[in-house]
């Protein structure tokens, strides 16, 4: 596993302090959904990203989203954020409101923003790892310098998709960075029982894409690793291979009470959370004061309370909203 070594790196203080803000917001903000779901004013499906916030904030800090574009699964809270994204849309999305990202018509599981390249949030386990080959294929027949980060869960590695999209990628020497976020569960089953590979990061080898392996615990480690393999796909256009190793320290969604893990396993986690290693790090290196921190955490704080009353206030979808945006094929079955 690769780990940047912080001491030996020069940061700008505020590159550090701006990860630290991301992931603080993204996880003020997921507590708040969780609130928010236990009080039934978010419904259906919510998937929180707890525990890998360094994962989508140290990719996310390695990409420019005036060029590059990120696809993700539906546990897509935490990259939208980390990619620019307004917490007041994105929680008026969880509430089903007009003012949603996605119009109140995508839910949690998709998230959506075009201006920011930010291609979703998708709820079919493995689908979106063709779509982001097809973007990478735009990129390249256009002679645009953008590159495709493609995330995905341990859960998805074993699908047709994923490696019919591999080949894809090798062959026509696509611009895209495909990131397994390795939580090591799927619903509720640990990986090492259905994949035959442990090393998830050997997976795109058959294809000849080679693969990294990063501590995704570590948002530098993330970003270290992200920003090289970006920088060479942006140079010689040919796809990559991250597994990021994370753990999701809440249930799969919030009906799960999580029962097939131990809740050492979940302690020894906490002790190595991506929020307070990075605030270690900083504290080492003399630029972050307790109550600095305090601060930043203050102020993600009010920006998810802030979330929650613009969701609140928004309206919800007019009834005819429902046959807006319904597309269908012109003469396809059903007219
Ligand atoms: C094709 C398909 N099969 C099954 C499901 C049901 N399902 C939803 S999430 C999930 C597990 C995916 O786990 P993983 O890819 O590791 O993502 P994580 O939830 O850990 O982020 C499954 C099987 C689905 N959405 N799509
Ligand atoms: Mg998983």
């Given at each position: 596993m690769s780990t940047a070594p912080v001491e030996s790196k020069e940061y700008e203080v505020a590159f550090l302090g701006g990860l630290m803000e991301r992931m603080l917001l993204i996880r003020r903000f997921e507590e708040k959904a969780a609130h928010m779901y236990g009080l039934r004013k978010i419904g259906g499906f919510c998937h929180l990203y707890i525990g890998q916030e360094a994962s989508g904030v140290g990719a996310a800090a390695a990409i420019d989203t005036a060029t590059d574009y990120v696809y993700t699964a539906y546990r897509d809270h935490g990259l939208a954020l980390a990619c620019g994204m307004e917490p007041g849309p994105l929680m008026a999305e969880l509430f089903g409101?007009?003012?949603?990202?996605?119009r109140g018509k995508g839910g949690s599981m998709h998230f959506f923003d075009v201006k920011r390249h930010f291609m979703g949030g998708n709820?079919?386990?493995?689908?979106?790892i063709p779509l982001a080959a097809g973007t990478a294929l735009a990129i390249r027949n256009r002679h645009e310098k953008g590159v495709v980060l493609c995330f995905f869960g341990?859960?998805?590695?074993?699908?047709?998709s994923f490696h019919e999209a591999l080949n894809m990628a090798a062959i026509w020497k696509l611009p895209v960075l495909y990131i397994c976020?390795?939580?090591?569960?799927?619903m509720g089953t640990d990986f090492r029982r259905v994949?035959?590979?442990?090393?998830?990061?050997?997976?795109?080898a058959s294809y000849g894409i080679p693969g990294k392996q990063v501590d995704g615990m570590d948002v530098l480690a993330v970003y270290e690793a992200v920003h090289e393999e970006v920088e060479r796909i942006r140079g010689e256009s040919k796809p990559g291979f991250i597994e990021i190793r994370t753990y999701r320290?809440?249930?799969?969604?919030?009906?799960?009470?999580?029962?097939?893990?131990t809740k050492e396993e979940l302690d020894a986690y906490r002790q190595q959370d991506p929020i307070l290693l990075l605030k270690a790090q900083m504290t080492g290196m003399g630029i972050l004061a307790d109550e600095q921190y305090r601060e930043i955490d203050g102020r993600a704080k009010r920006l998810a309370d802030d979330a929650v009353a613009f969701a609140e206030a928004a309206s919800e979808p007019a009834?005819?909203?429902?046959?807006?945006d319904v597309l269908c094929a012109p003469g396809g079955a059903g007219g």
């Open positions: 409101k007009e003012a949603g990202c996605s709820g079919i386990v493995g689908a979106h341990d859960g998805a590695i074993h699908q047709g976020e390795n939580n090591q569960y799927g994949s035959a590979v442990s090393e998830l990061f050997r997976m795109g320290y809440k249930g799969h969604s919030m009906s799960d009470p999580a029962k097939y893990r009834v005819s909203a429902l046959t807006e």
